[in-house]
């Protein structure tokens, strides 16, 4: 089984708490805050091009679900 990653946004404390203590005991599962700050496009440093259609693809599925629900899941396998 391949490990899952909850990314709770940061206005979730109550829930980030409530997985924490939900999958303490699950090896497989890990739960972090959202550490992400401001709109990520602003930034002046280049980036390859093969690595931006896919992992911009990733970052608004994530987005869609933390405003959504108030976290994101991550299933962490060949692709982490």
Request: proline residues 0%; aromatic residues 14%.
């Given at each position: 089984m391949d490990p899952l990653l909850f990314i709770v946004s940061r206005d979730e404390r109550d829930l980030h708490v409530y997985l924490t203590?939900?999958?303490r005991r699950d090896e497989h599962i890990q739960i972090?805050?959202?550490r992400r700050l401001g709109d990520r496009r602003h930034r002046i440093e280049a980036r390859a091009s093969d690595q931006r259609r896919g992992?911009?693809?990733r970052a608004l599925t994530m987005d869609?679900?933390?405003r959504s629900v108030?976290?994101?899941l991550v299933r962490r396998g060949d692709d982490a």
């Open positions: 203590k939900e999958f972090i805050v959202d992992a911009r693809r869609r679900q933390m108030g976290f994101a």
